[in-house]
Each structure stands twice: as C-alpha cells, then as structure tokens.
C-alpha cells in the first residue's frame, strides 16, 4: 500500500493515518491489533472494534506498508483509508453483515426442526425410523461446520498467535459436541443397525449433542448479526455529514466570467457564486449581494439569518433567497463542516467497549476452562479411569463450560428491549447505548426541534388604535403569501388559518435581510424589520415601538406592517414549545436528574423556553462545536451526561455524550449519531427509554452474572465425574432457558413506571458486577 494514499495529516506528534481492519470479531481482537501495532517504534495507536478502524500517529518514518503488514501478521486484513474512505468502512461492514446473516438464517432453518426431532424422538420412542440418526446429522453438521466457520476460523487464528477468545470456546464447545454425537452414535455399544448395516446408537445422547451443537451455533451468531449490524451503522454520521457539502463551486473569474469547479479544487481567496437555493460550498465572507441563509443544519437556528457583504458564512448551509458572492476564507479541512466530522469521529473512536465484558473475561476464562479440561482428563487417568472414562469426563467440562448462556445474555435482553421500546417508540440501536443509562446524571436538551416544534408560528399581534386583527391579517397574509421566508411562511399560514381567503399581491418587491413590500387592494404594503420602515422614513407609534421590544427581550420574531406610508401593527413569532416537554422535565427531575437547555438561539429565547418548561439551566448562543466543549466540561466536572436533540448541529454532542438520544423527526445525521433513537411525538419517551435502558442493562448484567455463576458452580461437579457429558447438556440447555425467560421479561416493560420482573429482579446482581 502506497503512503501516498493514506489519509494523513500532520499533527503535532507526527503524521496521522486512518486504518480499515477487518477480520476482528471481539473486543480481545482489537486489543491483539493495538498491541503489535504500538510495539513499533515511533507508532501510538488506537484501535476501535465498533468502527473497525484504527487510528494511528506515526512520528518515525515508517511506511503505511508496515503498519499493514503488522496487522496482517496479527492475523487480520489491513487497508489504508483514502480521503474519500474517511467518512467509514461501510463495504467491509456490509459484507459481513451480510455473511452472519445467511449464516444465521442457515442456522435457523436447521436447527429448528433438529430441535423438535430431538425432542420427538426422545419422548416418543416409537417415533424413530430406519435411519433416523443421519437425518439428524444432515440437519446439524451444516451448522456445526459451515453456519459456525467464523468461530472455528477464530479459534484457528488465536491458536496460531498462541492467544484465544470467546471463540475458541465456542468452536472447542462445537466441535466436541458434535464429535460427541458422533462418537456415541457410531461406536457405543448396545446398538442395533439401520439398512444400510452401520452401528448406531438408539438413545437421546447423540440426539442431545447434536441440538448442543446448533443450538450454540444459531445464538452465538445471533448475537454477532446483531453486533454487526450496529458496526455497520458506527460510520454512518460521517458520511451523512460530508453528504451536506457541495460537490462543486461556481468561481467567478477576473473578467467577469464563471466557472464550474470541484469542490476540492476551491482555494482560499477565490469568490465563488451561490444562486437562491444552492448550497455555499465553503466557509466564506459575503462580498457581494443580500440573502437569507438557512444555517438550521449548522447553527440550530430556526430562523433563517439575513446576511449582507461582511458578514460570514458556512459551508453547508443553504440560500433561501437572493444571490451572494462569497470569498472563501476556509477550505478543506479546515472547514466547520469537516470540523464536525472530526469531532462526531473522534466522539464514536473514544467510546469504551465496556459492552465486550464477556470477551474481556473470557482472556482468562477461557484457557482456564481448557487447562482444567486437560487436567481432569490426566487426572483421571491417573487414578485409573480408562480412556473412554476421561474423556468423557474432561468433555463434559467443556461442554458444561460452553458459554451458550453467555452467548445468549446480551442478544436476548436486547432483542426483548428493542421489541418493547418500538411499542413504546424507543430504538435501542445496541448494547453500546445501554451502558452509561445507570449513572446518568444530567440530561441536556436540545432547543429547536427538540424542545420545540421547529417551525415558527405566530402568536401575537399588537394593532394600532382603529385597526383590526383581521385587516391586517388580510395585508400581511397576502403580501407574505408571496415570500419563501420561514417568517413569511407563518404568518400566510395564520392568516388563512383565520381568514375564507386572500387577495393576490401585486408588484411584490424582496428586501433581504430588512423585509418585503407589495401592493395588496390598491394599497402600498410593507412588511419587515424596524429597520426596514425607518429607512423609508416611517416613524413607529410609540406604543407598538415598546411592544416590539419587549417582545424582543422575550426571545420572539418581531415584524412590522405597514400600509400606505402608515404602520399598523406588530406581529410576534415563535418556535412553541412542544406541549409534552414540561411533563418529560418533570419526570426527569423526579428520576433525580440535572436538565440544561443547550441551543445556538440567543440567550433571551432560551431563557424564556427554560422557564417555560422548568428546565434548571440555559446555556445559549452555542456553536456545533461549543456543543461539544459544553458535554466535555460537564464530564470533566463529574457528570455523566445524556444529550436529546435532532439537527445536524446535534451530531457531535449526541457522540460526544455517554448517551445520546435522537428524535425521529431530526435530521439523519443526528439520528445515526445517537445511542437511542426516540419516534414518539410525546418527549415523556425521553424519561421512558432511560428507564427502559436501565432495565435492559440491569437484565444483561444479571445474565452475564448466573451465566458465569453456573459455569463457575458447574465445572467442579463436572470434574468430579458427577455430570456425565448428558446431563452437562441439558443443564447447558437449562442455564440458556433461564437466561432467555429473564430476557423476555422485558417484553412487559411499563411505560411511566419504574421498571418491574426481571429488570428490578436482576437490580441487585448487577450492581454486584
């Protein structure tokens, strides 16, 4: 791999460079690749299992070749990102997804109807037929060989490297209760033949360690679909983001003429065109025209900012009207836009994978478990046991430490919660998003969208004396009928909201930045900002120049109209405040939980939403970025911090957060950024899913518990030669039944309720782990 393809740059340590692993399949992996990557010289990694990336500072000169061959001697495939690969590793996640996933489905299909012949042909005797075992075993070897290859390649690979994992159990586990099955029902005695003269056993042993072994099979790959599945999506906010800049910018050149270029050939200092409705395709400075900009996606501002020659803008954002020439002052990197895609990256790249708990145990586990195997089936040799006899002991220690319950403990829980949250409109989109509900402390809200609608509405009108409402409803309705502005918007809706119907607006006339005018009836019909009316040389009544103003220091949208030389009246605008929220802060303040209002609006419209709603706290006119610093700082002091929101401008802070919560109506950015996605209207779902992913955590922690007390309690009874190979089966199958009902107690989750069976049943284990 050339270096100079890689997606490098320098810092102040060395040069930067993005690495695609692939092959990893536990948190003991990324571990594995981390270590041989730091024992290089001069090289300081990091490897992330849920992105599948590592990132890596290299301040000596070596190659990306070497970083690449080290990774592959580990055992795993290497590719060094491009520029354009910087946004995630999708293709590589997909095509293994896409394997689990018909690995799984094989799985499935097989070992249902194993399950049901074992059980048939074990309680029912009679119903065996000539030739029934190789039914069963045409139904379990797919399974056990090539439904479980991942494992067994694994294992291999851990073999070869003189380590192991979760998988090296789960292949050993396969592999001897298939050869098991095998065993018993070619070569044990008391056997009688099918018509082909073979010996087979006609008993439930074989039948047992075949179901064992599809069974591990289907729900270990259940889990690693489902794991898979939430990898695919760790990069998805990356690339959602980068979508939002401007594929090409049109440059208007030294005579006058322009040109279309790409993006990345834009340079500093070059003035490019933006029409009404293009995107800006960089940060920049106005220098020519007037304009509206639709800065929602980067600021969070409901409102649409007026920008004039001077003034700044962001790449990204949107121009609702007019026409700018704008100089660019920031490309490439060194844009707001990709500085929000480095900080939801380096958000997802920090997060612990606390949730590989089995994994990481398992370092320990599991050459303990294949040491004791060993040593059981030496010792019983010793004191005179024959071959046959120790073997079969030192299997029964195996098959009784297989870790089908653990296998079992988290994808269960989840699929229970999922199931219960989608009924109450939560998405758990996976066990990354369950791990920090337990000490959440401080809840901070988005402002618009979240807290409120997003959309402007009016809701007052003062007039001057003589004048009605409906009169200058009929004026302002028709003139802004005619404007694309989100003002203009709300208040066309409200007028015909409250009139049959309006007049047409003749000669409209755009002021960008101040208003518009126009001819409504014959009359001459301005509407806009003070500003706008005083440079036309109207004065304001006093009375409607005071109620402007307060209505300004309480965070509202002020428009005057005039008509005829005269104005009339003043209408107030606001983004309202979603009725749910003040019930879903009072929840949450009864859970014993901080609340902030955090928003990119000016400080007297948060206060006013804060105290609206009984928020405790309003931080305001905070950019993207300042989102974040504001998430850091509350974690540096202590807490432990969920956000809620739904804008782009969200994205960073919603990673940045221990747990971030979405809505469904924001943005896709934000919602593939986020732990939690919430689809319900009413905000109540906020308090609700917290509660729900304390529940769920609190039932994976008491599985984990019991699955790693019974392989514990079990494994000395299993040496001693008290449970056969059998008997070690069923209870295997017993501790997974049990593992799988307190799952789905879940199912029965209350909404607006402290969480009740196996959540509040499990509280106290898992405070214990």
Avoid at 30 to 52: C, M, P
Avoid at 161 to 190: K, N, Q
Avoid at 233 to 246: N, P, T, Y
Wanted: proline share 3%.
């Amino acid at each position: 791999m050339s270096a100079t393809s890689s997606l490098t740059g320098e810092s102040a340590t060395g040069r930067d460079v993005e690495l695609a692993v692939s092959g990893m399949t536990c948190a003991a992996c990324a571990a594995r690749v981390e270590r041989k990557l730091n024992k290089l010289d001069g090289v300081r990694a990091n490897v992330n299992y849920a992105t599948a990336r590592a990132s890596v500072t290299v301040s000596a000169p070596a190659g990306d070749d070497v970083l690449t061959d080290t990774v592959e001697k580990a055992g795993y495939h290497a590719e060094v990102l491009r520029p354009a690969a910087a946004g995630g590793t999708a293709e590589h996640s997909d095509d293994r997804t896409r394997d689990l996933w018909r690995r799984l489905v094989v799985a499935v299909l097989l070992f249902v109807p194993l399950a049901d012949l074992a059980i048939l042909f074990t309680v029912m005797p009679a119903a065996r037929f000539a030739g029934w075992q190789w039914l069963l075993v045409a139904l379990a070897l797919p399974v056990a060989g090539w439904a479980a290859w991942p494992f067994h390649r694994a294992a291999f690979v851990n073999a070869r490297h003189g380590s192991s994992s979760m998988d090296t159990l789960v292949s050993i586990g396969i592999v001897a209760a298939s050869a098991w099955s095998l065993y018993a029902m070619f070569t044990r005695t008391g056997t009688t033949s099918d018509a082909s003269g073979l010996w087979l056993l006609v008993n439930a042993e074989g039948v047992a360690y075949l179901e064992v072994a599809a069974g591990v099979t289907t729900f270990v790959l259940a889990g690693r679909y489902f794991e898979a599945r939430a990898q695919r999506k760790a990069g998805s906010a990356l690339r959602a983001l980068a979508e939002l800049s401007a594929s090409s910018a049109t440059v208007l050149l030294e005579d006058g003429s322009q040109r279309d270029i790409a993006i990345e050939d834009l340079q500093v200092g070059q003035r490019f065109v933006t029409r009404p409705g293009g995107t800006i395709a960089t940060d920049g400075r106005v220098v020519e025209g007037r304009a509206a900009v639709d800065g929602s996606s980067m600021t969070g501002e409901s409102v649409p900012t007026e920008v004039a020659p001077g003034e700044e803008v962001i790449g990204g954002t949107v121009v609702s009207n007019g026409r700018l020439v704008v100089e660019a002052t920031r490309v490439g990197r060194d844009t707001q836009l990709a500085a929000m895609v480095r900080l939801v990256e380096e958000a997802q790249t920090g997060k612990a994978a606390v949730q590989r708990l089995a994994d990481r145990i398992s370092a320990y586990f599991v050459p303990a478990v294949l040491v004791l195997a060993t040593l059981t089936f030496g010792g019983w040799l010793l004191a005179g046991g024959s071959v046959e006899r120790s073997f079969t002991v030192a299997l029964s220690v195996l098959i009784i430490a297989c870790p089908c319950a653990l296998g079992l403990a988290t994808p269960t829980a989840l699929m229970a919660a999922s199931g219960r949250g989608a009924q109450l409109g939560i998405f758990l989109k996976g066990y990354q998003a369950l791990e920090s509900t337990r000490a959440i402390d401080t809840v901070v809200f988005d402002k618009t969208g979240t807290v409120t609608s997003g959309r402007m509405s009016l809701v007052d009108v003062s007039c001057t004396e003589g004048v009605d409402r409906a009169g200058v409803l009929r004026l302002a309705g028709a003139l802004e009928e005619a404007s694309e502005h989100a003002v203009a918007a709300a208040i066309s809706a409200a007028a015909r909201a409250e009139l049959d119907e309006l007049p047409q607006v003749e000669r409209f006339v755009s002021e960008p930045g101040l208003g518009a005018g126009g001819v409504v009836d014959g009359h001459d019909v301005l509407a806009g900002r003070a500003k706008l009316f005083t440079e036309r040389g109207l004065a304001i009544p006093p009375e409607l120049d005071r109620q402007r103003e307060q209505w300004e220091q309480q965070g509202r949208t002020t428009v005057l109209i005039g008509c005829d030389d005269r104005v009339l009246a003043v209408l107030a605008l606001a983004d309202l405040v979603k009725p749910s929220a003040e019930r879903a802060v009072r929840q949450l303040h009864r859970l014993g939980l901080r609340t902030v209002l955090l928003t990119g609006d000016n400080e007297a419209t948060a206060d006013a939403v804060a105290g609206e709603v009984g928020i405790g706290e309003a931080i305001a006119g905070v950019l993207p970025g300042e989102k974040v610093d504001v998430v850091h700082e509350l974690q540096s002091a202590g807490r432990t911090v969920a956000v809620v929101g739904d804008g782009v401008n969200d994205a960073p802070a919603l990673a940045a957060a221990d747990l971030g919560l979405a809505v469904v109506a924001g943005t896709d950015v934000a919602i593939k950024a986020a732990d939690l996605i919430l689809v319900r209207e009413d905000l109540t779902v906020v308090p609700d899913a917290i509660k729900l992913a304390r529940g769920a955590l609190r039932t994976i922690r008491g599985n984990l518990m019991w699955a790693f007390g019974y392989n514990i309690a079990a494994i000395p009874l299993a040496m001693l030669g008290l449970l056969n190979p059998l008997i070690a089966g069923g209870a295997m199958a017993l501790s997974s039944g049990f593992v799988v009902s307190n799952s789905l107690r879940l199912r029965r989750f209350p909404a607006g309720a402290a969480p009740t069976g196996a959540a509040s049943a499990s509280a106290a284990p898992a405070e214990a782990t």
